[in-house]
């Protein structure tokens, strides 16, 4: 009788009194209206500010879009990343980027690029029989 009891007591303490729940809408979007969502409507790379970015990527089967990605050195990028169908991760080593993206979810992730060169990312979930080919690159220009 005592563990129920004290068990509903944790429950009503953690819901109510510590405001822990599930998890609501932000972040969520339609899986199936992609294409038709802002910002995954135009996907790309924008600059928000002097040498901030951001980049609105779709990953779909096997490509991401963008997949060249051009920023200068110094420059901190925001990636903002969703799925348009089935489970695919995004890793960019060379930034420490490592995120799943989900269909139905969008993924946001800041990384900085201090010195020019070129880094590679790559699909890291296995996400069909062309997985192996689903890869990109940030090409980081030096300032001139
Ligand atoms: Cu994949």
């Not at 409507?41 to 779909?60: N, Q």
């Amino acid at each position: 009788m005592a563990i129920p009891v004290g068990m509903l007591a944790a429950l009503l303490v953690t819901a109510f009194g510590a405001h822990l729940g599930l998890p609501g809408d932000a972040g969520r979007i339609d899986p199936t209206q992609v294409a038709q969502t802002p910002p995954f409507d135009r996907p790309g790379v924008f600059e928000v500010a002097p040498g901030r970015y951001e980049v609105v990527m779709v990953a779909g089967i096997w490509v991401f879009t963008p997949n060249v990605i051009t920023v200068p050195e110094g420059s901190e990028v925001t990636f903002i990343a969703t799925s348009r169908d089935v489970i695919h991760g995004f890793f960019l080593p060379h930034a420490d980027v490592n995120v799943m993206l989900l269909p139905g979810r969008v993924a946001r992730v800041t990384a900085r690029f201090p010195k020019a060169g070129e880094y590679p990312f790559v699909c890291h979930e296995y996400c069909g029989i062309a997985h192996h080919t689903m890869a990109g690159k940030v090409i980081v220009v030096p300032r001139s």
